[in-house]
């Protein structure tokens, strides 16, 4: 159990390039309806903590995957 909660928690390059993405993604789109809602600080700052939300989720998902294949 604990080497199973160990690897979900660690860090690997996929990660931080999943994590990468989010946060660029999310603050382009944010920034992007920022200017729609007459607030662009608000959406670059809601884009960037969803992106980082989102990729996290993403990299656990992945890693659960990939260890019921095993």
């Known amino acids: ?3 199973k909660l160990k ?3 660690s860090v690997t390059d996929d990660d931080i ?3 990468a993405y ?3 993604s999310g603050t382009t789109i944010g920034l992007i309806l920022g200017f729609f809602i007459s607030n662009p600080p ?3 700052s809601l884009g960037g903590v ?3 939300i989102v990729s996290g989720i993403y990299s656990i ?3 659960l995957v990939e260890s019921k294949k095993d």
Do not use: D, H, V
């Open 1 to 3: 159990m604990e080497r």
């Open 17 to 19: 390039r999943y994590l």
């Open 42 to 44: 608000l959406g670059f």
């Open 50 to 52: 969803l992106g980082i």
């Open 22 to 24: 989010g946060i660029g």
């Open 61 to 63: 998902y992945k890693k």
């Open 7 to 9: 690897e979900l928690l």
